[in-house]
């Protein structure tokens, strides 16, 4: 475990990571003002492909948040680095980005879905 010290917008938060942790998430620990916890991610709405994760490759959020914009479609040729989903969070855009060249199979997220840190959010083939 690793404890850090991070300062947003004034307010100080003790956070303790656990390395190799199954579920990516770190709780933070109490301080004199704690943040609002991310809301839940609620069941998948129906997906904007024929089929849910029908790619090899998984696109996964990197934080929680939720889903700000759709950058590409089902179909698109993408490259290493370009915006696959865009989400919102703490009032920041933050892209999640096509890992490795290929073709987008599916977007399995629509604009304002809640999204976890590690959701699958889309696929490439």
């Known amino acids: 475990m690793k404890n850090y010290t991070i300062t947003v917008n004034g307010n100080v938060y003790d956070v303790t990571v656990e390395e190799g942790a199954s579920s990516g ?3 933070p620990a109490p301080a004199a003002a704690a943040p ?4 839940k991610a609620a ?6 492909s024929s089929s ?3 790619g090899s490759v998984k696109i996964e959020a990197g934080a929680a948040g939720k889903v700000f914009k759709i950058a590409a479609n089902v179909g698109d040729s993408v490259k290493t680095g370009d915006a696959v989903v865009i989400i919102e969070a ?4 933050i892209p999640v ?3 490795k060249d290929g073709k987008v199979a ?8 809640p999204c976890a840190a ?3 959010l889309a696929t490439l083939e």
């Open 90 to 93: 703490m009032k920041m855009e």
């Open 106 to 113: 599916s977007i399995d997220c629509s604009v304002g879905d």
């Open 36 to 39: 609002k916890a991310a809301p």
């Open 43 to 48: 069941p998948a709405a129906a997906p904007k």
């Open 52 to 54: 849910s994760g029908a």
């Open 25 to 27: 998430a770190a709780a």
């Open 118 to 120: 590690g959701q699958l």
């Open 97 to 99: 980005v096509a890992p």
